[in-house]
């Protein structure tokens, strides 16, 4: 049995560019400001009747978990 041995050559063309602000999330334009607080306060819900479940996701700002609400 004959071997023949292959080279394989391949180039890619990489761009890459840094935008000038090293912030790295995306700007929100409100452009109506329809943002109202409600007349009642029960949006707001109890932390003990949250049961947290397995962590989905790690951010900036904390992580993020699955979760369990517990009605009264």
């Given amino acids: 049995m004959k071997y ?3 080279r394989c ?5 990489i761009s890459v560019s840094f935008p000038a602000e090293t912030d790295d999330y995306a700007e929100i334009i409100d ?3 329809t943002y ?4 009642t306060r ?3 819900i109890q932390r003990e009747r949250i049961e947290l ?3 989905i996701g ?3 700002f904390g ?3 699955q979760g369990v609400y517990m009605s009264p």
Avoid: A, I, K, W
């Avoid at 050559?9 to 063309?13: A, G, M, P």
């Fill in 4 to 6: 023949q041995e292959v």
């Fill in 31 to 33: 452009e109506e400001d």
């Fill in 53 to 55: 479940g397995r962590c």
């Fill in 9 to 13: 050559l391949t180039s890619f063309n």
């Fill in 42 to 44: 029960d949006y707001e």
């Fill in 36 to 39: 109202t607080m409600p007349s």
């Fill in 63 to 65: 992580d993020v978990h």
């Fill in 58 to 60: 790690e951010g900036q």
